[in-house]
């Protein structure tokens, strides 16, 4: 998405978050005062999130922008029903998804909070029992992969939920009529269905969808790679000798695999345009489809080599460095003068104090694992050299 385009929809949202605001203190009859506070904090929260969504450079900025209307609307809507049938957890699963952790958990507070203030009663017991809920759904779907295992996570995020509408809500009452345990139980059932709902057409819409791209993508058939390979033999074979390290580096690290081989098959893939600049990079990602994990990993690697955070640019990082050092040495003659081993001891020392590997999610151990797996391939290196 073009940056003036995600300005306006950020312009939007916090119009729209703000209007909502003054729409509800009106609506429930807050004091001047507390209309402006409640305008003040939630616009002060779609501010923050919207900074932490630039900040991390997510994707989905549309997804993002509708899903946190939706869920304000939805804020507007809670204090007109009983506290204890608040379906939080699945807005807080919903943002996180469109997002990432760290967005979704502050776009999700800024609604709990709305819908606390709104509700008059600024009941702490309410906040932190959906909070803790909330941090719980988060977690659930933050991790998920393209295996997709949520049986047991939805299970853990259940029990969580009900044993925190048992705190915040029966322990505390006094009354024995039926309904202070039939609330907290409808809370758990609609909440279960609505999160079954949500993770179902994710999986289906976007898990599936982009575990298929990156099956095609990684397919050595792939008409990027043999375009490629029409463009430069000698950019095909890098790609390849990048890929093997990669997948070797990525297992030992526990990455997730297509991401890791896509992303060393095509991390030179601008060249087919001419060179390979992030203006060329980000046109392939949009000619091929590229999921927005996999864009943003090579337009960022593009951009700036040396500024390696995720693991999955590390080890991208080191291997490109290892194999171009190696075959430069090779179509020196100089190979044979020197110990491979020296060579990635070497390279391993002066990314550690030239770029940000010391600040990378790496760390030593893994750093000193991948390091004598490169140690131990001599033998690919052999193969390079006959090539």
């Known amino acids: 998405m073009k940056k003036a385009h995600k300005i306006l929809l950020y312009i939007f949202l916090l119009i729209f978050m703000g209007a909502v605001s003054f729409l509800g203190g009106h609506i429930y009859k807050l004091s001047a005062i507390r209309i402006i506070q409640t305008a003040c904090l939630v616009f002060f929260g779609s501010a923050l999130a919207v900074f932490t969504r630039e900040y991390l450079r997510e994707e989905k900025t ?34 996180t998804i469109v997002s990432s952790y760290y ?33 719980v759904a988060s977690l659930i779907v933050s991790g998920l992969d393209e295996e997709f295992r949520v049986t047991g996570r939805l299970l853990v995020g259940i029990a969580s939920l009900g044993f925190m509408l048992c705190w915040g809500f029966i322990m505390p009452s006094t009354d024995t009529d039926l309904s202070v345990y039939i609330m907290p139980l409808l809370n758990l059932i609609f909440s279960l269905i609505i999160l079954v709902i949500i993770l179902k057409t994710y999986s289906q ?16 058939e792939c008409e990027l790679l043999k375009r490629i390979r029409k463009t430069s033999e000698a950019e095909y074979r890098h790609a390849l000798s990048v890929s093997y390290f990669c997948d070797r580096a990525g ?11 896509c992303s060393a098959f095509y991390h030179r893939a601008g060249i087919i345009y001419g060179s390979n600049n992030v203006e060329n990079m980000e046109r392939v990602a949009s000619e091929f489809f590229f999921p927005p994990e996999l864009k943003e990993l090579l337009v960022s690697y593009v951009k700036d080599k040396n500024n390696v955070r995720s693991k999955y640019s590390c080890i991208l990082m080191l291997s490109d460095t290892v194999v171009s050092t190696v075959e430069y040495m090779m179509s020196q003659k100089l190979d044979s003068q020197l110990e491979y081993s020296n060579i990635i001891h070497g390279i391993f020392a002066s990314k550690l104090k030239k770029t940000a590997l010391s600040d990378s999610e790496l760390t030593y151990h893994d750093m000193n694992v991948i390091e004598k797996m490169f140690v131990d391939e001599q033998f690919y290196f052999e193969v390079m050299k006959k090539e």
Request: aromatic residues 14%; hydrophobic residues 60%; positive net charge.
């Open 103 to 135: 967005t979704g958990l502050i776009s999700s507070v800024t609604c709990l909070i709305f819908t606390v203030l709104l509700s008059g009663n600024g009941n702490m017991i309410i906040f932190f029992a959906y909070m803790m809920t909330g941090l």
């Open 251 to 261: 297992r030992k690290a526990g990455l997730y695999m297509p991401l890791v081989k």
């Open 205 to 220: 819409k976007v898990v599936r969808k982009e575990a298929d791209i990156y099956t095609a993508l990684a397919d050595t």
């Open 62 to 95: 549309l997804a993002f922008v509708f899903s946190f209307a939706v869920a304000a609307l939805l804020s507007l809507f809670f204090p007109s029903i009983p506290a204890a049938v608040w379906p939080f957890m699945p807005v807080f699963a919903l943002l």
